[in-house]
């Protein structure tokens, strides 16, 4: 059974960069097309933000186009998640899952949860 | 974009009784008059969304058979037949036929 395990820091500044990545284990990440991030402000609905493909094709929610950057590290086996320009706006839990384009997210992480604060 | 409307917001069913849930797009999610782009989830506090139902009405593999999804096209629906303790949550549902692929609101369940 494939499982995700996100990581990265709980706190960035505000017109910092949120780094994000996700690790695969239990299964080879070229094994899925698709892998999707999706985030939650606190108390809120979940948001779409972008999908890649394995070998790197990405689709990103226009609404944040401008500040998302999403790539694979095979060698790693783990796909990341970059987000510049970060405000207050963006605080939430961002969530990595398996799935994307025609597949519906089927595995999720547990959740990392981010604060934009100064 | 595709808005995804869920109904009602909220709803209270009392144990062992039916609960539906009501999701409309703004655009029709079938393709090739076969399959609806259509998922439901379920997520509960502190957990992530949990995969419930995909082209409208397939379960996902160990999902209790008392979870349905029905509709086409435009409308759809979540329906729990005899609703248990365990399935207080939010259910949400997503497009998966164009990008950004949008979720409902949510529809918050909870015993009555």
């Known amino acids: 059974q494939v499982q995700l395990q996100g990581s990265g820091p709980g706190l960035v500044k505000p017109s910092g960069t949120l780094s994000l990545t996700c690790a695969v284990s239990g299964g080879s990440i070229s094994s899925s097309n698709w892998w999707t991030w999706v985030r939650q402000p606190p108390g809120k609905g979940l948001e779409w933000i972008g999908e890649?493909?394995?070998?790197?094709?990405?689709n990103y929610n226009p609404s944040l186009k401008s500040r998302v950057t999403m790539s694979v590290d095979k060698s790693k086996n783990q796909f990341s998640l970059k987000l510049s320009s970060v405000t207050a706006a963006d605080t939430a839990v961002y969530y990595c899952a398996r799935g994307g384009a025609a597949v519906p997210a089927g595995n999720w992480g547990q959740g990392t949860l981010v604060t934009v604060s100064s | 974009d595709i808005v995804m409307t869920q109904s009602p917001d909220s709803l209270a069913v009392s144990l062992g009784e039916r609960a539906t849930i009501n999701c409309k797009s703004s655009q029709s999610v079938l393709f090739n008059s076969n399959n609806n782009y259509l998922a439901w989830y379920q997520q509960k506090p502190g957990q992530p969304p949990k995969l419930l139902i995909y082209?409208?009405?397939t379960r996902e593999s160990g999902v209790p058979d008392r979870f349905s999804g029905s509709g086409s096209g435009t409308d759809f629906a979540l329906t729990i037949s005899s609703l248990q303790a365990e399935d207080v949550a939010v259910y949400y549902c997503?497009?998966?036929?164009?990008?950004?692929?949008?979720f409902g609101q949510g529809t918050k369940l909870e015993i009555k």
């Open positions: 890649i493909y394995h070998g790197g094709d990405t």
């Open positions: 997503q497009q998966y036929f164009s990008t950004p692929r949008t």
């Open positions: 082209w409208a009405s």
